[in-house]
């Protein structure tokens, strides 16, 4: 089961984050937490990982109206994006398809603000390579 939605993106790993937490602000998200997973594995474990990062991103007004529809909702927010290096040295983007992640909560209701996020995420990606450009889709 497909349960994000990618792109990859050309340009330092660094770059690309940036890009990508601009391109969620110019969609409306914030960025609640930022999790550099290559750093804390290294810290905790001592092991050695790929550049990989966690965006939590929550857009105010759409989480508003999930949780009103649905208060268990909160256990599925925020809706992450993360930015990671491939064995190949590729930069991928990819976000949580909001469609996925509420398909799982049996309320209609969600639908529509679902559709809302999946298409603020689609711009989201798209405006990354368009920004940085793309070595091809992920």
Known sequence: MEYTIQTSATG???DVVDTTSAALKDEGFGVLCDIDIQATLK???GEEFRQYRILGACN???AYEGLTEEIELGALLPCNVIVYET???DIVVSAVDP???VG???NDALDS???EVNERFERVLS???DELGSTSEA
Do not use: M, N, S, W
């Open 60 to 62: 105010p007004p759409l």
């Open 104 to 106: 799982i909560v049996d």
């Open 127 to 129: 405006g990354v390579t």
């Open 43 to 45: 810290e905790k474990l």
């Open 113 to 115: 603000i679902a559709t």
């Open 87 to 89: 064995d190949d040295g």
């Open 99 to 101: 469609k996925q992640l």
């Open 12 to 14: 330092e790993f660094d």
